[in-house]
């Protein structure tokens, strides 16, 4: 999440940042609801110190015999006493208000990095070997699977839907022996430490990888059914209308979870609200798992074949670093990465 403060002293620096983007100013906004904040959270604590100096000054006027200022302190003690939890719940909104408008803004970008509209904006960082030249037309890796009887969507869907897979044989072979090579290259030789990560997650733990709240339609949740005293305790706070009117059903889910879009999520979270030993740095995690998408905005853009499914495997890899230290890191990770495709021989 960004820094407000950051955001206030560098408006046209930030919606600068935006802007390569491609999204609209919000330095002007964003300021604004934090004004709101920042008045009601000062009206609020001005309205307990103002509390906590009259209770002491109802001791001093009684000890006085000033009867008439000890009555008006007590009712004043009295009215701010109600004011209070309605200033402060003032200043609670108004800060959920400015969390909620920062976590739907995304990372800016670094000035190095090239500015573009789509995919052939590209720049390219390097290139390794030569592209092969068949001598034929290549067939897609759908048609030769499905040729090979080891590729099977049509079974696949009868299970669970569209876009998802059955494989079978060599190739189920072959999925589970290139994650098993990738692990063992990064663990190895490259000094990652392997986790084996849950698959269901909490929402702070999305929360913490930016998922959520921007991206919650593209993952899949999921959760237990509610006991009879767990769904009389949620009816009282919310009536049946108003849950089901949320899209909620009230008789199924309680403590929801997510299933894990990469493993980045959870490996990222292994530190949240840590403080970490700068000179243990950096952490570098790896785990290969399945990841589940919903692809919610992907509807007919690239759904043929193993592309963009819903379940699919995959290594990842994260370091937990200094940012200073960040940049050398990632072209390290990047090597490590790519150094997957030259054992493989892949252009």
């Known amino acids: 999440m960004h820094d ?11 919606d600068r940042a935006l802007a390569r983007r491609g999204l609209p100013a919000e330095a002007e906004r964003l300021i604004e609801i934090d004004e709101r904040r920042r008045a009601a959270i000062q009206k609020a604590e001005a309205a307990l110190a103002r509390r906590n100096t009259a209770s002491r000054e109802i001791g001093a006027a009684k000890k006085s015999n000033e009867e008439a200022a000890a009555q008006a302190l007590l009712a004043e003690v009295a009215r701010l006493k109600a004011e209070i939890p309605q ?4 200043a609670k909104k108004a800060s959920k208000e400015l969390d909620d408008a920062l976590a739907q803004i995304p990372n800016l970008p670094l000035d190095e990095v090239p500015d573009g509209k789509d995919p052939s904006d590209n720049v390219e960082h390097h290139r390794f070997g030569a592209k092969r030249d068949y001598g034929f037309q290549p067939e897609q890796h759908f048609d030769l699977g499905e040729a090979l009887g080891q590729m099977d969507f049509e079974t696949a ?3 669970s839907g569209a876009r998802f897979v059955v494989l079978k044989g060599a190739l189920a072979r072959l999925e589970r022996a290139l994650a098993q090579f990738m692990l063992d290259l990064h663990t190895t030789e490259h000094g990652y430490t392997e986790v084996a990560p849950p698959l269901l997650v909490r929402n702070d733990v999305m929360f913490g990888t ?10 899949f949740q999921t959760g237990r059914p509610l006991s009879d005293d767990e769904r009389a305790s949620l009816l009282q706070e919310l009536p049946e209308q108003s849950l089901l009117g949320l899209g909620i059903e009230y008789n199924l889910i309680a403590q929801p979870l997510w299933l894990i879009p990469t493993a980045e999520v959870p490996l990222t979270n292994l530190v949240r ?6 000179n243990a740095l950096p952490l570098r995690f790896t785990a290969g798992t399945p990841c589940f998408r919903a692809e919610a ?3 007919g853009k690239d759904t043929r074949g193993m592309i963009r ?3 699919f495997d995959k290594v990842e890899l994260v370091s937990i670093t200094t940012p200073e230290q960040s940049r050398d890191e990632l072209e390290r990770m990047l090597a490590c990465a ?3 495709l030259r054992r493989l021989d892949l252009h």
């Open 87 to 90: 200033l402060e719940e003032e």
């Open 273 to 278: 609200e840590s403080i970490l030993e700068e």
């Open 210 to 219: 930016a998922q959520l709240p921007k991206f919650a339609e593209d993952q």
């Open 157 to 159: 869907a009868k299970l």
């Open 338 to 340: 790519e150094e997957v």
């Open 297 to 299: 905005g992907a509807a």
């Open 4 to 14: 407000i403060k950051w955001i206030r002293y560098n408006p046209d620096a930030f």
């Open 309 to 311: 499914q819903h379940q």
